[in-house]
């Protein structure tokens, strides 16, 4: 336990470095088990601010009662354990399959989905066809009442009003790989 607080003081030094510094981002490898999560809530410094990086899945944890899943998202600060009021983001889901049954022979189907607040996730287009294991680039930006999150080509804008926001990283039931991921102020 001790290690990790370590890694995640030298990662928030690094993700809070201004973006004059030139400074790669922090690389975070979010592995859990089956039917387990990891969350990490990272503090935003200010608003506004832009959050960037890129998320891949590496491995898929076989559950038959949750789906492997990561999600970034601008949140209110809330509890440890406790879930956000307000949240706007994007999650990376996949779902394992036979790759006999699949055009790409790929063991799982990954998919890419904005998400607001606990309303039902609206996936991305063509996401589907996106074979596992691809570096997922995004970029989210907060304002202060409106998050825009960037994937790939496409882009959404959302209200969102975050007390105190944090950015808020979850895993669950296998393991996912995020890299250059950077908190930077904007202006």
């Keep these: 336990m001790k290690g990790i607080v370590h890694i995640c003081a030298a990662g928030m030094a690094l993700l809070l470095c201004p973006a004059s510094a030139e400074a790669a981002g922090i690389t975070y490898d979010c592995d859990t088990a089956a039917d387990h999560f990891s969350e990490l809530d990272l503090p935003a410094g200010g608003t506004p601010f832009v959050v960037s990086g890129t998320l891949q899945l590496n491995a898929l944890a076989a559950s038959t009662t949750y789906v492997p899943i990561a999600r970034v998202q601008i949140a209110s600060a809330a509890a440890p354990g406790e879930p956000a009021k307000a949240y706007a ?54 304002d202060g009442s409106r998050v825009s999150v960037s994937l790939g080509a496409e882009t959404r804008s959302i209200p969102l009003k975050a007390a105190d926001p944090v950015v808020k990283i979850v895993c669950s039931t296998g393991e996912f790989l995020f890299t250059d991921l950077a908190i930077t102020a904007s202006r």
């Excluded at 022979?105 to 074979?131: C, H, R, W």
């Design 89 to 142: 983001g994007f999650s990376l889901s996949a779902l394992p399959v036979d790759p006999r049954k699949t055009p790409s022979g790929a063991s799982a189907i990954q998919t890419l989905s904005y998400n607001v607040s606990g309303k039902d996730d609206e996936l991305l287009p063509f996401s589907i066809m996106t074979k596992p294991g691809t570096a997922q680039p995004f970029t989210m930006s907060y």
